[in-house]
């Protein structure tokens, strides 16, 4: 099952990220704990989107700042610099909404599923196992992980 939900994940994320902000996308793959934690060391906004339907989890999102700023910038149609915290964080929580509720749908399109309020949480709460995407970005990488 966790297999086919990656999989699902990475045609989502590449969706969002490729049409939302026009970033494209490449996936690391099986990276390790080191390299999940040096991107949970960089400057970064985390957040957490709970789920429920025929399985449950959540949906975590770890973006650097930079990579956070361009996403924010495209979107937007503004210079980064004029964007505050709260444009950053409805980027970040936007963004991982997207990426879930696409996925969701495309995993089994006949099931109903309900998505949570995403939130910004603090970097430590991000998970360090396998079940972690790295995602390349032209920028820096950035990281998704789901729980069931």
């Known amino acids: 099952m966790m297999k086919t939900v990656l999989k699902t994940m990475k ?3 590449s969706e969002v990220m490729e049409i939302m902000f026009f970033l494209p996308v490449e996936f ?3 990276p390790s704990q080191k390299e999940i934690k040096a991107i949970k060391g960089s400057r970064n906004k985390t957040c957490r989107l709970d789920f429920s339907g025929d399985c449950s989890g959540s949906v975590y999102l770890l973006v ?15 210079p980064a ?16 909404n997207m990426m879930a509720g ?5 995993l089994k399109p006949e099931e109903p599923f309900t998505l949570g309020i995403p939130e910004v949480v603090p970097g430590i709460q991000f998970p360090e ?10 920028g820096p990488r950035m990281a998704v992980h789901i729980t069931l």
């Open 28 to 30: 690391f793959e099986e």
């Open 81 to 96: 610099e004029s964007l505050g915290d709260d444009i950053l964080d409805g980027t970040l929580t936007e963004t991982v």
């Open 129 to 138: 196992t396998k079940e972690t995407l790295i995602i390349d970005t032209p």
């Open 64 to 78: 650097p700042i930079e990579l956070l700023s361009q996403m924010a910038e495209n979107i937007m149609g503004q």
């Open 11 to 13: 045609t989502s994320i």
């Open 102 to 106: 696409n996925a969701l749908r495309k």
